[in-house]
């Protein structure tokens, strides 16, 4: 959700006379905020399925609403006298681990044992490297190994598991997807001179963006910093050693500047899973002391799958390396049930979104005999699944069943559903959510992120936890609680608690109709470029005890929620605020950093937020 279709746009606070948010408690009027029903269904369930804690990674809290909220992820079991296959690097590794795999499944479980050395494994744009279906009850113990895939795409996927985990592996590729390098010249004759110690682009390479980098670190800074070509890249031409032209460049980079230029358009994971459809979901995979130290597209990506996804004790991205070394999301899931554990993590270098909990929002509309016909965007919504209905604003309309579901044919995933909501018209349906993918129960415990060109942390679900993450040097905002009707994606936020959270240095973010703050709270319409949803779309949230410096722009800001508790939350310096985010917003803003959007929130109540004193301040 982080990118801005067609390039980098400006800066534009488009927002009219705002309330001051003033220390002390503070009631803001505002829209009706989010429905009853809607908060009811979305938040169901708190506590995860899984009981006990022999064999179990879990995370345990009290909610904004008083309920005990759990997330719980399986381990794999362990049997006396199971069996352990061993492999080691040779001729064929994809075969070998695949036919080990195989005597496992075959077997009801046991462990994949890997010897230390270097796995070399091709992959494709129409084949990942290595597929793990059907397994149950299997540790892959990697002691070490490495996994280098040789070419861009799809690394190890797993499908249609239960209880599997992933240990003491680390995983990469032959050749980075994003370099880092220098512009020489101006005008027509500018090159980018690519760092020495880097493989050159490949025989008809891309740029599909370029981003300055700054400092003797190369710290991304978002926003006018960053420019992208995702629809029309360009193309890349030897000029002479390690400099290439860059066909069409027309972003105003003067001689010197130091940039990354991404070579893919999110080419594969080098983790994935994406359950086939039709087959049993995938439930309780653990990636536990893995390592991925680069990929042409996200470091762990989940398509499709059921409950129960853990990362603990891992590492996302090269650190100290000149640019990205995960070209997009260091950790995105894309549709699952929930009971998400992220814990212990070190995220860097990620050219995206460190960590996207996101859930699909299904675009529809009315189609002959009662049906709506629905984009499906990599599943969902089959016969059976329990749905929510919405107008075109996200507000909530009926809660309802899929009866059927039959492909169209033609270009695209497109289907027609066919959904029993007595009392609905579906002339004013316009968004579908299937409540089996709304991503509810998760927590975002402890994590460093960080030199990144990302939003820390993005949450878009209900019954969340948001605690004790240390952010430093992201591209742009560090924590964004948000649901997106252009990029199709979010539940909205309820029930979410973040908290003890640091936050160092943030970049600078570019939304319409808000004031980008270091933690951002909002919805954003399907407009291009989208606007700001006038619908309280998240509800029942606490922010405290967070403590943020050397933000870009403001310190809080919140919009299109309600019921929302800002406590003992820390800003830095805010002499340059009005520098940051223009005069006119600074005007809007409170002595703690804090902006409310009054016409799209309703029930924020704030106490004891301040600045905290820096050595700038002195």
């Not at 397994?135 to 996994?147: H, K, S, W, Y």
């Not at 280098?148 to 032959?174: E, H, M, P, Q």
Request: aromatic content about 6%; proline content about 5%; glycine content about 12%.
């Amino acid at each position: 959700m982080t990118h801005e279709e067609g390039g980098v746009r400006p800066m534009v606070v488009a927002v009219p006379v705002m309330v001051v948010l003033a220390l002390g408690a503070l009631d803001v009027a505002g829209s009706d905020g989010a429905s009853p029903q809607w908060r009811t269904l979305a938040t169901a369930a708190p506590l995860s399925p899984v009981t006990g804690d022999a064999g179990v990674l879990r995370e345990t809290w009290i909610g904004p609403d008083g309920r005990n909220i759990s997330v719980a992820v399986a381990l794999p079991r362990a049997t006396p006298g199971q069996l352990v296959v061993q492999v080691a690097p040779g001729d064929d590794d994809a075969a070998a681990i695949e036919a080990a795999a195989a005597r496992l499944r075959a077997a009801g479980g046991g462990v994949l044992s890997m010897a230390p050395g270097v796995y070399r494994i091709p992959v494709r744009d129409d084949r990942p490297g290595v597929t793990l279906a059907g397994l149950r009850d299997v540790t892959v113990v990697g002691n070490g190994a490495i996994v280098r895939f040789d070419g861009w795409g799809k690394g190890l996927v797993l499908r249609n598991s239960n209880r599997v985990a992933v240990r003491g592996l680390s995983f990469g590729y032959a050749r980075p997807a994003v370099l880092a390098g220098t512009v020489r010249g101006s005008g027509a004759a500018r090159v980018v001179a690519f760092d020495d110690g880097q493989p050159l682009p490949p025989p008809h390479a891309k740029a599909y963006q370029i981003s300055v980098l700054f400092g003797a670190t190369g710290t991304y800074r978002g926003g006018r910093s960053r420019y992208l070509f995702y629809r029309d890249a360009l193309a890349l031409t030897p000029a002479s050693g390690r400099r290439y032209a860059v066909q069409g460049l027309s972003a105003p980079l003067r001689d010197g500047t130091r940039v990354a230029v991404k070579l893919t358009a999110y080419l594969g994971s080098a983790l994935s899973i994406a359950d086939n459809p039709g087959a049993p979901a995938s439930n309780d995979i653990v990636f536990d002391h893995v390592t991925v130290r680069d990929s042409p597209g996200m470091g762990l990506f989940v398509a499709r799958m059921g409950r129960g996804l853990a990362v603990v004790d891992s590492r996302f991205g090269e650190a100290g390396a000149p640019a990205a070394t995960i070209a997009y999301d260091g950790l995105h899931v894309s549709g699952m049930a929930g009971d998400i554990l992220l814990r212990d993590n070190r995220i860097t270098r990620t050219g995206d979104d460190a960590i996207n909990l996101a859930s699909p929002l299904f675009a529809a509309s009315a189609a002959p005999q009662g049906a709506l016909r629905v984009p499906l965007r990599g599943g969902g919504l089959a016969p059976g699944a329990d749905v929510a209905l919405f107008d075109g604003a996200l507000a909530y309309l009926a809660h309802g069943t899929v009866t059927d579901r039959r492909m169209i044919d033609g270009p695209g995933a497109v289907a027609r559903v066919q959904i029993a909501a007595p009392g609905v018209r579906l002339a004013d349906v316009r968004y579908v959510r299937d409540l089996g993918l709304r991503g509810t129960r998760y927590a975002i415990v402890n994590n460093d992120i960080g030199a990144c060109e990302c939003h820390a942390i993005l949450a878009q679900g209900p019954n969340g936890l948001i605690r004790g993450n240390r952010m430093a040097d992201t591209g742009f905002n560090a924590i964004k609680v948000a649901t997106s009707a252009f990029w199709k994606e979010g539940a909205g936020a309820q029930n979410l608690i973040v908290e003890d959270n640091v936050i160092a240095g943030t970049g600078e973010d570019v939304r319409r109709g808000i004031v980008a703050a270091a933690i951002m709270i909002y919805a954003e319409s399907a407009d291009t470029p989208p606007g700001l949803l006038s619908t309280a779309v998240h509800a029942g949230l606490i922010l405290r005890r967070n403590r943020i410096s050397g933000r870009a722009q403001g310190c809080i800001s919140v919009a299109s929620a309600a019921d929302v508790v800002l406590e003992r939350n820390a800003c830095g310096s805010l002499r340059d605020i009005g520098r940051a985010i223009g005069d006119d917003a600074a005007r809007m803003v409170s002595g703690a950093g804090i902006w409310i959007d009054p016409f799209t929130t309703k029930h924020v109540r704030a106490a004891g937020n301040g600045r905290e004193q820096t050595s700038s301040d002195q």
